[in-house]
Nanobody, 122 residues
Framework: QVQLVESGGGLVQAGGSLRLSCAASGRTFNTINMGWFRQAPGKEREFVGDISWSGSSTFYADSVKGRFTISRDNAKNTVYLQMSSLKPEDTAVYYC???????????????WGQGTQVTVSS
């Protein structure tokens, strides 16, 4: 079992930056592959990006490529989502998720956090 807690959401102006964190517990963190997703009001949940257990592999959705960066600190059991050049359309609840198997771009995750709200004002 893996427990995930996101933090770092908030209100930011368009063009600004924000870093989300996701703290994991319950399993040895460096065996878990992590992903970030988001869901805007009235829309389906959307894949944002993922990172392998070692941090050596990452994969991003086209909509965030070049603006968002995922990293992890296995010593701190934490994965990060650094968001830059934010746009109003990035407004959503952001979720981190964990999976035992690294499959770039997949939506199939076993464990989910509760989400953190990101609002980008124009």
């Amino acid at each position: 079992q893996v427990q995930l807690v996101e933090s770092g959401g908030g209100l930011v102006q368009a063009g600004g930056s924000l870093r989300l964190s996701c703290a994991a517990s319950g399993r040895t963190f460096n065996t878990i592959n992590m992903g970030w997703f988001r869901q805007a009001p009235g829309k389906e949940r959307e894949f944002v990006g993922d990172i392998s257990w070692s941090g050596s592999s990452t994969f991003y959705a086209d909509s965030v490529k070049g603006r968002f960066t995922i990293s992890r600190d296995n010593a701190k059991n934490t994965v990060y989502l650094q968001m830059s050049s934010l746009k109003p359309e990035d407004t959503a609840v952001y979720y981190c998720a964990a999976t035992n198997w690294y499959r770039p771009g997949t939506n199939n995750y076993e464990y989910w956090g509760q989400g953190t709200q990101v609002t980008v004002s124009s």
